[in-house]
């Protein structure tokens, strides 16, 4: 299956260009953290970086879904890297005439991010115009466990870099990176349907459009609830939680860490791989399966709380985020039509990033308050106790799955 799909130029070229720009990506992400400390010492500058990467999202995510709808689709990729090469370029510039300072870094770092708002939704959009129905599970996966494995690769990648070159030079790979995804999309042949002009006050009349239609969609309205709810359970409890219950647990807590994220990696990865050869069409119930697993091994490790047990959580939530990932991106696929692509992806990632920013002031909050082991288990059972109602409740998209097992039990 996998090997078909590859022998497709278009799809080929799409992979390729989108992993690869994904390393310089992950590498510049890192680059602006590691240069704000170098350059201030300051926690809370380095904090403003952070946000700096994703506050454009916010911003400007769903007005870069609406233009992406509007203009061509490679054209306006192509032209999106190449904005972004100079702007990477220019902090080496600066850093050479040294004259880098961190209100440059931090200008820089929010224009890219602005970039991505537009080039992001407008690349997922590619993919479903040029692959078949029957593939785009397959291609889905095979797209995921690509740009993760080159993210899994990039501690090392980065430790090589540092070593030998510095931390600067992490932008002259992204720079490459880019020059690489360019060349890339060029190489794809597809056709484009434009039903209408563009113009910059057609902008809010669009996102007001389609958030009606979405609206008015009871698959995507329950995906988009899913995905926020989902994701503010998880950010806090994964991203920080995890990392101060291992603290505390010993003198190793890095360690243990380091080790998580890699078997985190590893496991989503041959999830990517595997599921679909066993799931062609997905529905919502997989999503919902999948986040029952996702908050199953948060709770999980949040009840017993010991480090070799975390790693058995993390095996569990490596299983069930990329299920629900993938059944999140079928499902835009084949429901959204061409023509609101691009929004679909825009508010599916100013979803993400909302609920990632929410969940880490909220929880952070909380844990003034209760303690980490409490808080995980709070959003594991949060988690299942929603995927659960779900799947029991009526009027619900799994009444025709609930009626088989029914059936089958019955037999």
């Given amino acids: 299956m996998y090997r078909i799909l590859w022998k497709n130029r278009n799809v080929r070229f799409y992979l390729l260009g989108g992993s690869i720009s994904r390393l310089g990506d992950s590498l510049a992400a890192m680059a602006f953290l590691f240069l704000a400390h170098d350059l201030t010492g300051s926690a809370a500058h380095t904090t403003a970086m952070a946000a700096a990467e994703t506050a454009p999202y916010l911003l400007f995510g769903l007005i870069g879904g609406a233009i992406a709808d509007a203009l061509p689709k490679k054209k306006l990729l192509i032209i999106l890297d190449l904005l972004r090469i100079p ?18 870094l ?3 770092s929010f224009l890219l991010q602005s ?3 537009f080039f992001n939704p407008a690349h ?8 078949k129905e029957e593939e785009r599970s397959a ?5 995921d466990t690509m740009t993760r494995g080159v993210t899994i690769g990039t501690p090392l990648l980065s430790i090589l870099i540092i070593e030998t070159m510095g931390v600067v030079h992490f932008f002259s790979l992204d720079a490459l990176t880019y020059v690489w995804s360019v060349l890339c999309l060029a190489q794809i042949i597809m056709v484009e349907k434009r039903s209408t002009k563009f113009s910059i006050r057609s902008i809010a009349p669009s996102v007001g459009s389609f958030l009606k239609w979405a609206g008015r969609m009871p698959t995507i309205r329950s995906l988009f609830f899913f ?6 359970m998880n950010t806090w409890v994964w991203q920080v939680g995890l990392l101060l219950a291992l603290m505390e647990a010993g003198p190793d807590g890095e360690l243990w860490y380091s080790g998580i994220q890699g078997v985190f990696g590893a496991v989503v990865i041959i999830t990517n791989l595997l599921a679909p050869l066993f799931i062609q069409k997905w529905g919502l119930h997989h999503y919902v399966i999948g986040a029952a697993v996702w908050g199953t091994g948060i709770l999980y490790y949040g009840a017993f709380y010991k480090p070799e047990q975390f790693v058995i959580g993390t095996i569990l939530i490596g299983i069930g985020i990329p299920v629900a990932s ?4 079928y499902l835009l696929q084949k429901y959204v039509p061409e023509s609101k692509m691009g929004r679909a992806f825009s508010t599916n990632a100013v979803l993400l990033y909302a609920a990632n920013t929410i969940s ?5 909050l909380l844990s003034t308050f209760l303690s980490i082991q409490t808080l995980m288990i709070i959003s594991g059972c949060c988690i299942v106790f929603l995927c659960v109602a779900s799947w029991l409740g009526k009027g619900v998209p799994f009444t025709k799955l609930r009626r088989r097992l029914m059936i089958n039990t019955s037999k």
């Fill in 87 to 104: 702007l990477v370029a220019s902090i080496l510039l600066l850093h050479y005439a040294d004259a880098l300072s961190f209100g440059a």
């Fill in 115 to 117: 970039i991505g708002c």
């Fill in 139 to 143: 291609a889905n996966s095979l797209y």
């Fill in 106 to 108: 931090l200008i820089i």
């Fill in 124 to 131: 997922r959009a590619v993919l479903p115009m040029i692959t």
């Fill in 227 to 232: 995905t926020f709810y989902t994701v503010f």
């Fill in 360 to 364: 880490l002031a909220f929880f952070g």
């Fill in 326 to 329: 993938l059944s999140r991106v």
